[in-house]
């Protein structure tokens, strides 16, 4: 009578031993995926930006020259692809950054409706091309944070592309800022497809939610995005539903 009760718990907290085991043996495999993961990127970055960046120094070279129109026209095609590797590989390694926790930040306060400004005027180039006009709505008192204005402007410029890439033409992209005491959203709006509601759990994570034929670019940018704001403090929201548009709304602390 004393000996089973004995040999149930003996043979339960060897079962709870091994499975201690186990978990730990995961949690080191874990870790060294990660760490062979962040070692070939480092590898990939310096491997392929050095004869990229000879690829663009010969194109930015023949670009000066004196070149009839369809050959002016296959060096543009040259720079083109080149730069958009360039982004590319840098999103990808700033993933990597990001979600391993070495992302660099350069904290300082910054006036919140002078970035989006800024952001805004950078967007504007693409906006055109596209034929998509970009409204903005913001509060009329200044709003300053304590955030790196390099990454939050990394997140909006991104969210602002997005946008202009999926709207319509001439219909207006949608930015507004908002405040209240505690935090600060800048919401991004498209009058696009939207987009399909078993794709919006996958949104933010690399690759997962990309379709054959997608932009690789685009694929990494929210992802991107999404981790850049965690790593300031705050979140990336989606709110979309098909055939109604899309938006993402940044929200950081003010304090």
Aim: with cysteine; hydrophobic share 45%; glycine share 6%.
């Amino acid at each position: 009578r004393v000996v089973c009760p004995l040999l149930d718990a003996v043979h339960q907290q060897a079962r709870q031993q091994r499975e201690l085991v186990e978990t730990v043996r995961r949690a080191q495999d874990a870790k060294a995926a990660v760490r062979a993961r962040d070692a070939f990127l480092a590898r990939m970055s310096h491997d392929l930006r050095t004869p990229l960046g000879v690829i663009l120094g010969f194109a930015q070279l023949l670009e000066m020259e004196a070149l009839t129109g369809e050959q002016r026209e296959s060096v543009e095609q040259i720079l083109k692809a080149a730069r958009r590797l360039h982004r590319l590989l840098t999103q990808a390694i700033e993933v990597a950054h990001a979600t391993a926790g070495k992302l660099t930040l350069m904290v300082q306060p910054v006036e919140v409706r002078a970035l989006l400004t800024d952001c805004v005027a950078m967007a504007k180039g693409e906006a055109t091309r596209a034929d998509v006009p970009i409204e903005v709505v913001s509060p009329p008192e200044p709003l300053v944070i304590s955030t790196d204005p390099q990454r939050l402007s990394q997140v909006v410029l991104n969210l602002l592309s997005n946008a202009v890439k999926a709207s319509p033409k001439r219909r207006p992209v949608e930015v507004r800022l908002s405040h209240d005491e505690d935090a600060v959203s800048i919401a991004v709006t498209d009058h696009g497809p939207g987009i399909q509601p078993q794709l919006l759990p996958r949104l933010f994570i690399p690759f997962a939610a990309a379709e054959p034929g997608d932009d690789a670019e685009s694929s990494l940018g929210l992802p991107l995005s999404h981790s850049l704001a965690a790593a300031l403090g705050g979140t990336l929201m989606v709110r979309s539903e098909p055939g109604q548009g899309s938006t993402f709304t940044v929200t950081l602390p003010r304090r």
